[in-house]
């Protein structure tokens, strides 16, 4: 195994680039469904899941726009509450599209999110925040068909603190009537 060793007397120095992370980026990217006008995100990291992200976005009848680190996203003419179960099933953080589409559209299907290597994780803990807030869910051949024609704020007791369950409440919540608390909070960074 490596190691470095670090002899005191000198000054330490040097630049470095710090890189978009992914664990902000693709909440984010979710959340631009909700706007009306172009968004711009600069230093998105070129990884899987953010190429992917993309082609969940342009499904969904968003223009994205990628050059170099910076990306622009227009969602202004959203034509699909559905994601297709190819895209769902690349990528886990696929979930968090459920609750920004539902704020926007009030409706919203997909399946089991996919793309983890420890396999399927629970999604109970969005599901059951959503009802509490005003969705109703009816799951069809492992398809989540969701509706909210009123969504309202509530005080969500999460079972732990999930990051994924977290965001999501957060991104259904911008368009609910009311105010939204959280208990039991993921408290991560990004």
């Known amino acids: 195994m490596g190691y470095y060793r670090v002899t005191g007397g000198g000054t330490i120095g040097g630049e470095y680039t710090v890189r978009g992370s992914k664990n902000a980026v693709l909440p984010i990217l979710a959340a631009s469904i909700l706007s009306w006008d172009e968004v711009v995100l600069e230093n998105v990291p070129h990884i899987t899941d953010v190429f992917v992200s993309l082609e969940i ?7 994205t726009k990628l050059e170099g680190r910076t ?28 609750g920004a589409l539902l704020g926007r559209t009030k409706k919203a299907s997909l399946g089991h ?71 039991n909070a993921a408290r991560e960074p990004e």
């Open 71 to 98: 990306l622009t996203i227009d969602s202004r003419n959203i034509e699909k509450t559905e994601i297709s179960e190819e895209m769902v099933g690349k990528m886990r953080s696929s979930i968090l599209y459920l």
């Open 113 to 183: 999110p996919g793309g983890c290597t420890i396999g399927r994780r629970p999604i109970d803990l969005h599901l059951r925040a959503f009802e509490k807030m005003g969705v109703r869910i009816r799951e069809e051949n492992e398809i989540f068909h969701c509706e909210a024609p009123l969504l309202l704020g509530y005080h969500i007791y999460l079972e732990y603190p999930s990051v994924g369950a977290t965001e999501n409440i957060l991104l259904l919540s911008v368009k609910a009537e009311g105010t939204t608390v959280i208990h």
């Open 57 to 63: 976005l342009e499904e969904l009848g968003c223009k």
